[in-house]
């Protein structure tokens, strides 16, 4: 069975760092591209970022390019997210998704973990 | 970026009724669209890849159409448990989502 299971989240405030964990199992692992998905409060659904199976290819959204890093620790099976001088707009629930196969959609979804960025 | 256009917003049914629902995206996905169910409180669910094929474990009374730039989704026969907000989103160049249509069942 495939498992996301995603931490790190909490309290911190605009200007802050915060990193996101996403330990995965049920599959293997660097075979495929995995992404941060976010949803702030009430909202829609918002690609973040996402890597190869690999790591080798990065990809970001225009509003946490520059500010967000995703990477990948293949032999821990787990994905992160370095998110640097956070931003109140940044309020969401970040979740991870592992896709079907390469250019297809997200079939497996971790919980979500909450960040929320205020003073 | 390719952007996701869904509508109706809300779409408010009886149990039994058919619902359908628009994506339309801003250029052309081939048939590369996805649907997702997301209920209050839950992760997205996949429910169907490539336009038209159904997710594994998806009810045969969800489908999906279209090609190009309008896509649908319907739901032939709607359980009270359809209740949720659906999204589409497109994979054929990068990732986007639409903003949801939440269906209620009266």
């Known amino acids: 069975e495939v498992q996301l299971l995603e931490s790190g989240g909490g309290l911190v405030q605009p200007g802050g760092s915060l990193r996101l964990s996403c330990a995965a199992s049920g599959f293997t692992f660097n075979n495929y591209c995995v992404s941060w998905v976010r949803q702030a409060p009430g909202k829609g659904l918002e690609w973040v970022s996402a890597?190869?199976?690999?790591?080798?290819?990065?990809y970001y959204a225009d509003s946490v390019k520059g500010r967000f890093t995703i990477f990948r620790d293949n032999s821990k099976n787990t994905l992160y997210l370095q998110m640097n001088s956070l931003r109140a707009d940044d309020t969401a629930v970040y979740y991870c998704a592992k896709e079907l196969a390469d250019g297809k959609p997200y079939d497996n979804w971790g919980q979500g973990t909450l960040v929320t960025v205020s003073s | 970026e390719i952007v996701l256009t869904q509508s109706p917003a809300t779409l408010s049914l009886s149990p039994g009724e058919r619902a359908t629902l628009s994506c339309r995206t801003s250029q052309s996905v081939s048939s590369s669209l996805a649907w997702y169910q997301q209920k209050p409180g839950q992760a997205p669910r996949l429910l169907m890849y490539d336009a038209s094929n159904r997710a594994t474990g998806i009810p045969a009374r969800f489908s999906g159409s279209g090609s190009g730039t309008d896509f649908t989704l319907t739901i032939s026969s709607l359980e009270p448990e359809d209740s949720a907000v659906y999204y589409c989103?497109?994979?054929?160049?990068?990732?986007?989502f639409g903003q949801g249509t939440k269906v209620e069942i009266k």
């Open positions: 890597v190869s199976g690999g790591g080798d290819n990065t």
């Open positions: 989103q497109q994979r054929i160049s990068w990732w986007t």
